[in-house]
């Protein structure tokens, strides 16, 4: 594992050992054993080598039992209903704090491709039970009704999570950090679809468009904004 790696040979270091320790503790409670325990011993020997022992007590491994997902959004509640997705948490199957992780970032895919371009991880939470004694615990999976936004005063305001459709689209074919505030000589309207450049058009309108997998009314999908992306970067290949 990646926090038991030393370069050999090496100082021993009363530091580095208990930190080790501490490491391999935590992982340990990523994997459901929240009571787990580790030792460490140094053995030191007469001609100045010596070794370090970890003693681990990991316990019983926790299952996770009534699983209770509350959404508090109406719109993301309507989105998550629709889309028949089951979540990946699963009652008496033993906690995995990456199953957790999984799970949140599917979930954050799926409001991002149906109009929520601007939901994450920040609205979501999963709140367990660690001191139960029956090595089980209930799992409270929250999704929040708003969002904090900060205003231009510097103070945060709530806003209620909205479905979005992309209003223009704008296609600037020669951008450059150096010249993004120079006026554009030469524009193209394709389709609803604006093209721009700072010179003349190196592109015809018609032949970048098949690149674009994002159209102006519809409904925003982060995975139509990042193919349209790399499309258009294959473009400069």
């Known amino acids: 594992k990646w926090f038991l790696k030393y370069e050999e040979p090496e100082i021993i270091s009363d530091f580095r050992i208990n930190n080790t320790a501490n490491n391999l503790e935590a992982y340990y409670k990523t994997q459901g054993y929240f009571k787990a325990k580790v030792n460490s011993v140094i053995n030191r020997y007469k001609d100045k080598k010596a070794t370090a022992s970890y003693y681990i007590s990991p316990g019983n491994a926790t299952s996770l039992d009534t699983i209770n997902l509350k959404i508090e959004s109406p719109v993301l509640d309507s989105i998550f209903k629709t889309s028949e997705r089951e979540i990946l948490l699963k009652t008496s199957e033993q906690y995995k704090d990456q199953v957790f992780r999984k799970e ?15 939901f994450n991880e920040e609205a979501i939470g999963f709140y367990v039970d660690s001191t139960r004694t029956d090595n089980k615990t209930n799992v409270d999976y929250i999704v929040a009704k708003d969002r904090l936004v ?21 296609v600037i074919t020669d951008y450059t950090f150096a ?59």
């Open 179 to 237: 010249r993004k505030d120079d006026d554009y000589k030469d524009t193209v309207n394709f389709e609803g679809i604006k093209y721009l450049a700072h010179d003349k058009l190196q592109y015809k309108a018609k032949y970048l468009s098949q690149s674009l997998f994002i159209k102006p009314g519809r409904v925003y999908k982060d995975t139509l904004r990042r193919l349209t992306r790399n499309h258009l970067k294959s473009l400069k290949n």
């Open 150 to 170: 900060e205003t231009e005063r510097g103070t945060y305001e709530t806003e209620s999570f909205k479905v979005h459709k992309i209003r223009n689209i704008n």
């Open 104 to 118: 949140a970032e599917k979930m954050v895919k799926l409001f991002r491709n149906n109009g929520i371009y601007n």
